[in-house]
C-alpha cells in the first residue's frame, strides 16, 4: 500500500506543477481549475494510503523480494450482494437530471435518494447480514 501512496503522491506533484504552468501560459480558468482539483484528489488519495500504510501490515507488494503467491488469500471483506448502490445510483442520476428538466424534479428524487441512503448505512442491521 505503502507504494501506491507514493506513486499518488508523486502525481499529486506532477498535477501541481502542471496547473501551475497551464494556469500561467494559458490564463484558461476552467482548465487550471481542473488540473488544481485532480491535484488536490490526488494528493487526497496518496495521504490516505500513505497513511493507512502505517497501520497496516505490511503487504506483498511492498517487500521487493516477494512472489506472486505471497499476496494470495482473503483480501478483505466485501458484501455478498447488495441493492442500495442500485437506488442509491438511480436516485442520483434523476437528481442530476434536475437541473436539466426543473430544479421541481429533485422534490420527486430527494425520497429516492434518502432510501437508497438509508438502505446502505442500515444494511447490516437486517436481514440475513444482521450481526449476532
Sequence with gaps: MRIQGH???WIAVFMLAVAVVYGLWS???????ALFLSF???AM???????TARR???GA????????????????FYSPHSWAPLVLGAGA????????FGWWFLYFTAPLLAIGLWLWVFEYYRGENQNQ
Aim: proline share 4%; glycine share 12%.
Design 61 to 76: 507488494q511492498d517487500n521487493k523480494e516477494a512472489d506472486v503467491a505471497d499476496d494470495a488469500g482473503e483480501m478483505g
Design 45 to 51: 488519495i496518496g495521504f490516505y494510503l500513505i497513511f
Design 56 to 58: 497496516v501490515d505490511t
Design 93 to 100: 442520476v434523476c437528481a442530476f437530471m434536475g437541473p436539466v
Design 27 to 33: 490564463k484558461e480558468p476552467v482548465g487550471t481549475t
Design 7 to 9: 506513486l499518488f503522491a
Design 40 to 42: 488536490g484528489l490526488s
